[in-house]
């Protein structure tokens, strides 16, 4: 494994200021729930890795258009969570300065996107940007808590903030500009992932399970694989379209793939299940594998 260095960079983030124009789109349509269509077993080609020694791993999320896998790991001794990215066999961990924890969750060629705990107390949350060795924090205007989870290819940013503990909405962050994605009468959205196009994929909470959605301009699709008893999470989507989340069954979550209406299960021989965390936009998709509670392995896919 490499531990990276990096700088801290002292200053906001180039239009991204606590003074940017925030924009709340109103929702002005919202599209029925994605038609339920029995879901099939998609057929993939798996690579699988480990994580490295004297670590567990947390999280699997993003992958890069150029195969880099992002997430997060536990030291075994410390029981710290490190993020990591991991390319051509090599682990490199990062950790946020200050910082409890550190999460990476996507990115692009350049740049990587996740979050971090602040150490002192209350442990407040903070998005980051990491372009090579120097580390850029991004806070939603106002907001006690900010979390990053998207990157698209040109800077297109999508996340979560909340300002007080029972609210919590989606922002994407665009030029300098800030636009709130909630889903309509609901406390909790979480906007994941962002295409080239603009398409953020995410989920929200009803009060009992969360439900998948794709938001466009303002327009939500609901996106619910069928039958989940404890809900849909969308957390990947890709400039073709294609979607990957996961859907949840007591503490177990199953990963799936979506297109053209149809849910597809991606599944591993002999694993007792399979959840997904990212797609880049060659359709390569990232996730776990879980055989049991202390044997987990990262994967990458492809998958049809």
């Not at 990276?4 to 709340?24: D, G, N, Q």
């Not at 150029?66 to 993020?83: F, H, I, K, P």
């Amino acid at each position: 494994m490499q531990r990276a260095k990096y700088t801290e960079v002292l200053m906001s983030l180039p239009h991204c200021s606590r003074s940017a124009f925030i924009t709340v789109i109103a929702v002005t349509f919202l599209f029925p729930t994605a038609a339920m269509h029995a879901a099939k077993t998609a057929s993939c080609n798996f690579n699988t890795f480990s994580p490295p020694s004297g670590y567990s791993l947390s999280l699997i999320n993003g992958v890069t258009d150029d195969g880099t896998v992002v997430g997060q790991l536990v030291d075994n001794n410390s029981q710290q969570w490190v993020a990591f990215t991991y390319s051509n066999g090599v682990f490199t961990e990062y950790e946020a300065p200050k910082s409890l924890s550190t999460w990476m969750y996507g990115g692009n060629a350049s740049v990587n996107a996740g979050s971090y705990e602040d150490v002192k107390y209350p442990g407040n949350m903070h998005g980051f940007l990491l372009q090579g060795t120097q580390f850029t924090a991004v806070d939603y205007p106002k907001a006690s808590n900010t979390w990053l989870f998207g990157l698209n290819q040109v800077g297109g940013m999508v996340g979560s903030f909340s300002s007080s503990p029972s609210l919590t909405r989606g922002f994407m962050l665009v030029n300098g500009e800030y636009t709130t994605i909630a889903y309509p009468d609901q406390q909790i959205t979480f906007a994941q992932a962002i295409s080239d196009n603009g398409v953020v994929a995410g989920s929200y909470f009803d009060g009992f399970v969360s439900h998948g959605f794709i938001w466009q301009n303002g327009k939500f699709t609901v996106i619910d694989y069928p039958r989940a008893k404890y809900g849909t999470a969308l957390v990947g989507v890709n400039n073709s379209g294609l979607i990957v989340g996961n859907h949840f069954s007591g503490d177990f979550s199953f990963g799936f793939v979506y297109e053209n209406s149809t849910f597809k299960n991606i599944t591993y021989p002999g694993a007792k299940y399979a959840s997904v965390g990212g797609i880049n936009n060659n359709g390569l998709i990232s996730g776990q594998i879980f055989f049991s509670g202390t044997h987990i392995v990262g994967f990458t896919a492809g998958c049809k």
